[in-house]
Structure formats: C-alpha cells, structure tokens
C-alpha cells in the first residue's frame, strides 16, 4: 500500500512564498516521474509542475520562472517551491506520483490535497 503524504499549504500575501512537499511511503521499488497539480474552485484540475527520476522538469507556462520543482529520491519526496505567489494560485494542490510496487506494474497515486491561499 502507497501513501502521499502532502504539507506545507497555507495562507500568504500576494508576493509570498511557501514551499510544497509530498512524500511518498509504502513497499515502494521505484518512482518514476512525480508531480505537482492544482483545482481552483469550479475548475479543473491542471498540471504545475512534473518531474522525472533523473531530474528532468516542465511547469505550466502560469508558473515559469516562480515555480521550482525538486526531489529527493532517497526520501522518496517531491518538492514545489513557490515564489511570487499571485491571487490566481490560490488552489488546493495534489501531489501525482507514478510507483512501481514489488510485482505490480506501475499506476498513478495521488496526495489527500494541500489548501494553498494567497490573499491580501
């Protein structure tokens, strides 16, 4: 059984900073690509940021330049650093991660979802 464990949501100012983790625990072999996404209300859920296994990273053109993706995959963990947050960040935040269980192909799982408020 896999579990994604997201932390460090919260409330900040326009301008602000916060910083995203999500770790991953369970038999878990290998993780192959992880990733950030995001559901404002009454939208969907869109991709932010992805990251493979050798450290290869892509962000939604609304997050270049403001957005770092990271991981450490001896943690088993996936970071997003989020710089110069906007009010249109404001979303809750998934954590996506591609796992591959001991004789089990791999399959998507997802986090329980970070609140990630930026408000003046």
């Known amino acids: 059984q896999v579990q994604l464990v997201e932390s460090g949501g919260g409330l900040v100012q326009p301008g602000g900073s916060l910083r995203l983790s999500c770790a991953a625990s369970?038999?878990?072999?290998?993780?192959?690509?992880m990733g950030w996404y995001r559901q404002a209300p009454g939208k969907q859920r869109e991709l932010v940021a992805g990251?493979?296994?050798?450290?290869?990273?892509m962000y939604d053109d609304s997050v270049k330049g403001r957005f770092t993706i990271s991981r450490d995959n001896a943690k088993n963990t996936v970071y997003l650093q989020m710089n110069s947050l906007k009010l249109e960040d404001t979303a809750v935040y998934y954590c996506n991660a591609d796992i591959i269980l001991i004789g089990i192909p791999p399959r998507d799982y997802w986090g329980q979802g970070t609140q990630v408020t930026v408000s003046s």
């Open positions: 369970g038999t878990i072999f290998s993780i192959n690509t």
């Open positions: 990251i493979s296994r050798g450290g290869s990273t």
